[in-house]
């Protein structure tokens, strides 16, 4: 009995992901040639010949990729729409993401939620986007915003408001436009507006007694000296490392125990057996 059980849930199983298989066929058939696994919104389909219907022995490992999306967790799902959504940068409702992803936004609720609710998804109506901290369209824009900018802006605010907006910062930067100050990892870099007001020329020992001063590598240490003085810092790294840990974006890896190997110098047992210590390392 219990085997008949299994049985008719297998055969269940089947159906379903033959529906699955044969609605996605189905609908692809409509669609024009694009790059593959990327469905862009608002185009016009143009009717052809229906595809034979899918066998389940004839696609199983589609039907396993299917399955462990779906399995998978709401953060790894809600990853796999947030990448769509930016390397395309085009609108997408949640048939067209579940096409392109096999995400099934609809049968999830708890992934619907936490889409709705990410500062990086736009949800306009039935339609999902990506949205960026700064929406910006091309380097004059990007130009623009850093010089509104009197205490300059952090790299990570607009390295994502267009795909090739680091391009544009480093062409800028290069142009002499704009400064681009490291920090002490990249996600404290800074860009600033390069004032062409404030181009002089400076005396080299002048520029020599400032490259030899000895400054603290921590941006924390700096600000507390500037402190000391009674100079207000024009910058606030505790509050932006704050914000950093808040969101993800700063991410610390620990740092490995190196393995050490037998040498010379380690404490043997065994003694008996010197055949095992003959190729120690010294």
Not at 109 to 130: C, E, M, Q
Not at 201 to 211: A, G, P, S
């Amino acid at each position: 009995m219990a085997l008949n059980e299994r049985l008719n849930k297998f055969k269940q199983q089947q159906e379903r992901c033959q529906t699955t298989l044969s609605s996605i066929a189905s609908s692809r058939a409509f669609m024009p040639k694009v790059a593959p696994g990327i469905r862009p919104a608002n185009v016009h389909f143009s009717p052809v010949k229906p595809l034979q219907p899918i066998k389940f022995s004839d696609d199983t490992e589609t039907l396993q990729h299917i399955n462990s999306v779906r399995k998978s967790t709401v953060g790894a799902q809600m990853k796999l729409v947030i990448d769509l959504l930016y390397k395309t940068r085009q609108a997408f409702t949640a048939e067209q993401i579940n096409e392109a992803t096999y995400v099934d936004i609809h049968g999830n609720k708890a992934l619907f939620d936490s889409l709705r609710n990410n500062p990086k998804v736009k949800l306009d109506g039935r339609h999902f986007s990506y949205k960026p901290t700064h929406v910006l369209t091309g380097r004059d824009q990007l130009h623009s915003l850093i010089k509104k900018q009197v205490d300059g802006i952090v790299v990570e605010e607009v390295k994502d408001a267009y795909p090739s907006v680091l391009e544009d910062l480093q062409a800028l930067k290069a142009s002499g436009d704009v400064w681009w100050l490291s920090g002490t990892n990249s996600q404290e870099d800074t860009t600033h507006f390069n004032d062409p007001r404030y181009r002089i020329t400076v005396d080299i020992d002048l520029k020599q007694l400032f490259r030899g001063t000895e400054l603290p590598r921590d941006m924390l240490d700096i600000e507390k000296e500037l402190k000391k003085i009674g100079e207000k810092p024009s910058t606030d790294t505790a509050k932006r490392r704050a914000l950093a840990e808040i969101s993800g974006a700063a991410s610390k890896s620990k740092a490995r125990k190196k393995q050490r190997g037998i040498t010379s110098r380690t404490r043997l047992t065994n003694r008996h057996l010197p055949e095992l210590f003959e190729n120690l390392s010294t």
